[in-house]
């Protein structure tokens, strides 16, 4: 069975929607390793109770860039991971990393990606009077947020929207679309 790493700095919601889909046999692969770079990411609680091995790995133990993306590399093979799964991991993925996974590792963005890329997507899609944003699952590749394209779903924005509704009729989108994205990685549906 395929192991995948999942890269988290935070809530996790995504995480568990990943672990939860594993669980009940909707992705045939096995969450084996969670990776924070923040100590206080939820997340890793979320994989704690699900007995799955957690880590924070301190991006300032780290002299640069790269040797903390060595560590990571280090980390990620030890579980054997075939698949890195990026949820809300609040950094860019340098070329230590993507040497090693590249076309093996995705992430999901909440819009409609090519719109809206990097930080408070939500914000610039209400900032941008947009009718309809929503969420993306793509490959990661050297650029931020530019990877091709695996699964869209879209919401409509409403006039009353904040930040934090909008944001919350995507994440639902993305709780859905993201195990859906993994499942089509594992069965060999979807290739770099
Ligand atoms: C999500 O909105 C995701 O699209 C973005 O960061 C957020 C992470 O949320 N990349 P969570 O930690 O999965 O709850």
Redesign the pocket.
Known sequence: MLNIGVL??????????LIDASECGDIPAKISIVISNKSD???LERAKKHNIPAVFINPRDFSDKNSYERKIVETLKQYNVGLVC?????KIVGEVILTEYKGKMI????SLLPKYPGLH??KQALEDKAKVSG?TVHFVDEGCDTGSIILQAEVPVLENDTEDSL?AR??EQ?HKIYPEAVRLFVEGKVKF
């Open positions: 988290i700095s935070g809530r996790g919601s995504n995480l568990q929607a990411a939820y997340g990026l949820a809300g991991y609040m992430n999901i963005h909440p997507a939500q969420a944001s995507i994440l993305e």
